[in-house]
Nanobody, 118 residues
């Protein structure tokens, strides 16, 4: 089965930056990726969509991160990135990557913790 490998999480001071990466563990899958996204889930809250990027490069962002976060992808590497700038304590959450394949099956990463201190 498809596995997603995440990296880049950690502890950062408010106002700082982090870049998250998520790559499919096997670039030779029979199915191609139609879309990639980042979700996050803070303690006591529901998981929410942060940013999404389609195969064609169209992007969509949650209002709370517009102007601060940027999602990008490298199709050749089956990798999605989330550049996070001007981080706020309310950005603290577990961040999950999600890949949608062209058979309409989605796969989740294990999640990486992002903690923003104040």
């Amino acid at each position: 089965q498809v596995q997603l490998v995440e990296s880049g999480g950690g502890l950062v001071q408010a106002g700082g930056s982090l870049r998250l990466s998520c790559a499919a563990s096997d670039s030779g899958t029979f199915f191609s990726i139609n879309a990639m996204a980042w979700y996050r889930q803070a303690s006591g809250k529901q998981r929410e969509l942060v940013a999404l990027i389609t195969r064609g490069g169209s992007t969509n962002y949650a209002d709370s991160v517009k102007g601060r976060f940027t999602i990008s992808r490298d199709n050749a590497k089956n990798t999605v990135y989330l550049q996070m700038n001007s981080l706020k304590p309310e950005d603290t959450a577990v961040y999950y990557c999600w890949n949608l394949y062209n058979n309409n099956v989605g796969y989740w990463g294990q999640g990486t913790q992002v903690t923003v201190s104040s």
